[in-house]
């Protein structure tokens, strides 16, 4: 069959596709896109579709051309992964790719009944923590790209982090069930052999230290991507969790430039707004003096923190960069110097925590400063406010692969064809796959913040530091949990 005749009969039995001809039905308009599809080694079929279609209603009707198989998604025959992350997401454009030919072949679904190694493909490394590995995967359940944290369990024994990575599984569950709109969600908690492994949503631009200063929005975004900061604590406190861990390095900015808070390893779970916690952990340039005094810490440590991330997102670098060990004396003694315009800076930082902006009131009080005096927080909650930075999805924030990135993966891949018994860290109830409708969700966690953001837009009161929630909310929650 020829070229056009394989076309002729794709438009005559699918004119809803945005698959066209032209008027004169002998030859195609020149704005169209070519798709070779490659079905097995010899199999190729060809489609060509109009400039306007989306990226969701593209691979919707390639999916509908293939018979008896289960495709879950398709995937570029050069192994393009800016392409395949592209036709990944819905309701895209695909007109950047007229007049180009796109090459691809499908991904069949993997076994559902377990996940595990085998139910994802892995791309890149594309990111390394104290003790663990991040990294690019495609989930072969449903083809969605994901983030793999992977920890060496070697390590967790070697150091004794079990209680760290189960408080850290346990929050990522929490957040997720109680729909996370700034924080990072998580899909899937397994065990391997080796390593314990957390699947994440992917954050195509990296996080703030990267994607922000590289750009010239990064100054102008300081307020948006500040807020959405906020908002994110303030949930994270609603759920009784000391982050203890803010910098722009866990700040992750996802496919349409909003912010989502991650790694929760050093998270404090179960502690109320008077709870303390004792440990001592963080990053120096960002801890709160109390971190060092013994005295415990509480929610106010966050407020703090977040004073020292806006203090950097103006001027670039933390309040207290130093290269030698006098950081922690100046941390204590010393008070930092900020733009006069931005006293939001000194009211956050500062060293007496009970004096500190939010000690009364949480991220109301904080919401409530002049500085926020014309900005309707609702619309950020409801995340209707169009983000002055937004990713090119066709550029990931991919980094070249190095020797060690390469001898990883390969580790991966061997681990995934032996599929071995082994002994868990764990008990059986560490196992998670989230079964949840997102949308759903999200609407939860909405209904929560708005509600009470619209307390002090409407009645000028206060939140009451986002503690109280409704007997049906507590009602929702618990349902999600048990099923």
């Known amino acids: 069959m020829t070229r056009r005749n394989i076309m002729e009969e794709l438009i005559s039995t699918t004119t809803y596709s945005g698959i066209v001809k032209s008027s004169s039905q002998n030859k195609v308009i020149s704005q169209e896109i070519l798709i070779n599809l490659h079905i097995g080694q010899e199999y190729i079929q060809n489609y060509t579709f109009a400039s306007n279609i989306s990226t969701d209603k593209l691979v919707n009707i390639l999916k509908q051309k293939i018979n008896n198989i289960e495709v879950i998604a398709f995937q570029s025959l050069d192994d393009n992964i800016q392409l395949d992350y592209y036709l990944s997401l819905p309701n895209l454009v695909m007109e950047p790719f007229v007049n180009k030919t796109i090459r691809l072949k499908p991904i069949i679904s993997a076994n559902k009944n377990k996940i595990n190694l085998n139910s994802f493909q892995f791309l890149s490394?594309?990111?390394?923590?104290?003790?663990?590995?991040v990294v690019l995967a495609r989930s072969l359940i449903n083809g969605q790209f994901v983030a793999l944290k992977l920890i060496n369990k070697k390590f967790i024994e070697q150091?004794?982090?079990?209680?760290?990575?189960?408080?850290?599984?346990?929050?990522?569950?929490?957040?997720?069930?109680?729909?996370?709109?700034?924080?990072?969600?998580i899909e899937h908690?397994?065990?391997?052999?080796?390593?314990?492994?957390?699947?994440?949503?992917?954050?195509?631009?990296?996080?703030?230290?990267?994607?922000?200063?590289?750009?010239?929005?990064?100054?102008?975004?300081?307020?948006?991507?500040?807020?959405?900061?906020?908002?994110?604590?303030?949930f994270l406190h609603n759920e009784q969790i000391i982050y203890r861990d803010i910098k722009p390095e866990n700040i992750l900015i996802d496919s349409k430039g909003h912010i989502q808070l991650a790694d929760f390893g050093l998270a404090s779970p179960n502690m109320n707004k008077d709870g303390c916690a004792y440990s001592f952990c963080g990053s120096p340039e960002y801890m709160a003096p109390e971190m060092f005094q013994n005295s415990g810490h509480t929610q106010l440590l966050?407020?703090?923190?977040?004073?020292?991330?806006?203090?950097?997102?103006?001027?670039?670098?933390?309040?207290?960069?130093?290269?030698?060990?006098?950081?922690?004396?100046?941390?204590?003694?010393?008070?930092v110097e900020f733009p006069e315009f931005l006293n939001l800076i000194r009211q956050l930082m500062i060293k007496n925590p009970s004096k500190r902006q939010g000690g009364k009131n949480g991220i109301d009080e904080i919401l409530q400063h002049r500085w926020f005096k014309n900005i309707d927080i609702a619309q950020f909650v409801n995340k209707a406010i169009k983000q002055p930075f937004i990713p090119d999805l066709q550029k990931l924030n991919l980094k070249s692969v190095n020797q060690n990135d390469k001898q990883f993966l390969g580790l991966m891949q061997r681990e995934q064809k032996q599929n071995a018994s082994f002994k868990t860290m764990f008990s059986s109830d560490f196992y998670f796959s989230n079964n949840l409708e997102t949308d759903k969700s999200i609407q939860f966690s909405k209904s929560i913040i708005e509600n009470l953001v619209k307390k002090t837009l409407v009645n000028k009161q206060c939140l009451t530091n986002l503690q109280l929630q409704t007997s049906s909310q507590i009602n929702i929650y618990q349902q999600q949990i048990q099923s």
Do not use: M
């Open 125 to 133: 490394v594309i990111g390394r923590g104290g003790f663990s590995t």
């Open 159 to 185: 150091y004794q982090k079990q209680d760290l990575v189960k408080n850290e599984r346990d929050i990522l569950i929490q957040t997720t069930y109680r729909g996370a709109t700034f924080t990072n969600r």
């Open 302 to 335: 966050d407020y703090y923190c977040l004073g020292c991330l806006l203090y950097e997102f103006v001027t670039g670098l933390p309040p207290f960069y130093a290269d030698d060990k006098n950081i922690i004396n100046r941390l204590i003694k010393e008070q």
């Open 189 to 234: 908690a397994f065990e391997t052999k080796n390593q314990i492994v957390f699947c994440l949503d992917y954050c195509p631009s990296g996080d703030c230290s990267t994607s922000l200063k590289s750009h010239n929005d990064y100054q102008n975004n300081r307020q948006d991507s500040i807020i959405e900061v906020i908002l994110a604590i303030g």
